[in-house]
């Protein structure tokens, strides 16, 4: 099993360009998750899906959008991406909004 | 607001030593904290949880000691060797709520 995989690995856009960030699970989890993490801070949840068919906003969801594709895909969208949009970006999945969560590589996004 | 945060932003410890990373979380509802580890460029890793109905729960090398009295939550690494360096972060949730996480602490083995 792969577990959380994310597409891509580091990314460059100029302001106001828009992107989709990708991530897939294969252990059939139900719920997953967006966080960004900024330099020292902890993680920060931005969006969340407890089961497919379902999305809520999480402590930072200004100027993001998501879609749960399918069970497998939870995308994120920065549709004009500011440099306050810089950071790491992580997703996560776990079998119920409950349980533990596992983590993608992550995303390296920079806005210039 | 309610959070849960990290005493000590980095530990240096001996490789071989014991290492102690403390939490502190301010929500006595809290009823589930969780472990991870996060090594240099790679994403959290699971490493223990523990439920408010206990106060400590082992794994390999690794202590979870839950305080509820004065809200304190802390890990505990035996013998820490290299490869155990890197951020920690605890993290709490109360029932169906998603997982809030502390800032993390860095902890460095040198050998």
């Known amino acids: 099993n792969a577990g959380v995989t994310q597409t891509p690995k580091f990314q460059v856009l100029k302001t106001g360009q828009s992107m989709t960030l990708q991530c897939a699970q294969d252990m059939n989890h139900n719920s997953m998750y967006w966080y960004r993490q900024d330099p020292g801070m902890g993680l920060r949840l931005i969006y969340y899906s407890a089961s497919e068919g379902t999305t809520d906003k999480g402590e930072v969801p200004n100027g993001y959008n998501v879609s749960r594709l399918n069970k497998r895909e939870f995308s994120l969208r920065l549709e004009s991406a500011a440099p306050s949009q810089t950071s790491v970006y992580f997703c996560?999945?776990?079998?119920?909004?409950?349980?533990?969560?596992?983590f993608g590589p992550g995303t390296r996004l920079t806005v210039t | 607001g309610e959070s849960v945060g990290l005493h000590l932003p980095t530990l240096s410890v001996q490789e071989g030593d014991n290492s102690i990373i403390n939490c502190a979380y301010s929500n006595s509802a809290s009823d589930y904290f969780i472990w991870y580890k996060q090594e240099s460029g790679k994403g959290p890793q699971f490493i223990i949880d523990?439920?408010?109905?206990?106060d400590k729960r082992q794994g390999q090398r690794v202590t979870v000691l839950l305080n509820k009295t004065v809200k304190h939550l802390s890990l505990q690494i035996a013998a820490t060797q290299p490869g155990d360096s890197a951020v920690y972060f605890c993290a709490e949730k109360r029932g169906y709520s998603t997982l809030t996480f502390g800032k993390g602490t860095m902890l460095l083995v040198s050998p």
């Open positions: 523990i439920r408010s109905n206990m």
């Open positions: 996560a999945s776990s079998e119920y909004s409950s349980g533990e969560q596992y």
